[in-house]
T-cell receptor
């Protein structure tokens, strides 16, 4: 089954404690992206990657890091989380064509205390 | 720069009534336009997309949308609402050669029995 898998589904942490949210896709997609969803703000792009070792900033990259060492994986790293990073996070992937649909993971609800 | 405006953060309709969710876009080149739906506790999934072919686009679950260049609009409609249509709906825009997909702030659709 074609899918994007995110882990964990829920995460509660404290300010400053480094964390990683994993994302994996099994569709051999070139493009992967991270979004955060906040009430009233819709989805905002954090980072995206066009292929292995190619990443670029989205609209709200501050406080986040990503890496793309393998085509299937695109982890999101918060080196020193802060309460304003409490949000619902989605990973998504698609082929290299920008008119193709995005496949979304089920989301990670992060709370930073 | 591309952008999307969704009018109405909340829309309520009676079961069996017409559903109309509004989306206006801004783009400096011919756009690609998408509607995604998010059911509770799930990721987003594609309803339909416009990629410069037919201006009236049919999607899943009886939804359709019409691209109107003169009005820079891509409103989503369904002739008869069903209880299962209750969800949040997002309009999104991208452009050829631009890897960024910009989402609107979303419209929460409530169906009244």
């Amino acid at each position: 089954e074609a899918q994007v898998t995110q882990n964990p589904r829920y995460l509660i942490t404290v300010t400053g404690k480094k964390l990683t949210v994993t994302c994996s896709q099994n569709m051999n997609h070139e493009y992967m992206s991270w979004y955060r969803q906040d009430p009233g703000l819709g989805l905002r792009q954090i980072y995206y990657s066009m292929n292995v070792e190619v990443t670029d900033k989205g609209d709200v990259p501050e406080g986040y890091k990503v890496s793309r060492k393998e085509k299937r994986n695109f982890p999101l790293i918060l080196e020193s989380p802060s309460p304003n990073q409490t949000s619902l996070y989605f990973c998504a992937s698609r082929t290299e064509r920008s008119n193709e649909k995005l496949f979304f993971g089920s989301g990670t609800q992060l709370s930073v205390l | 720069a591309q952008s999307v405006t969704q009018l109405g953060s909340h829309v309520s309709v009676s079961e069996g009534a017409l559903v109309l969710l509004r989306c206006n876009y801004s783009s400096s080149v011919p756009p690609y336009l998408f509607w995604y739906v998010q059911y509770p506790n799930q990721g987003l999934q594609l309803l339909l997309k416009y990629t410069s072919a037919a201006t009236l686009v049919k999607g899943i679950n009886g939804f359709e949308a019409e691209f109107k260049k003169s009005e820079t609009s891509f409103h989503l409609t369904k002739p008869s609402a069903h209880m299962s249509d209750a969800a949040e709906y997002f309009c999104a825009v991208s452009e050829f050669g631009n890897e960024k997909l910009t989402f609107g702030t979303g419209t929460r659709l409530t169906i009244i029995p």
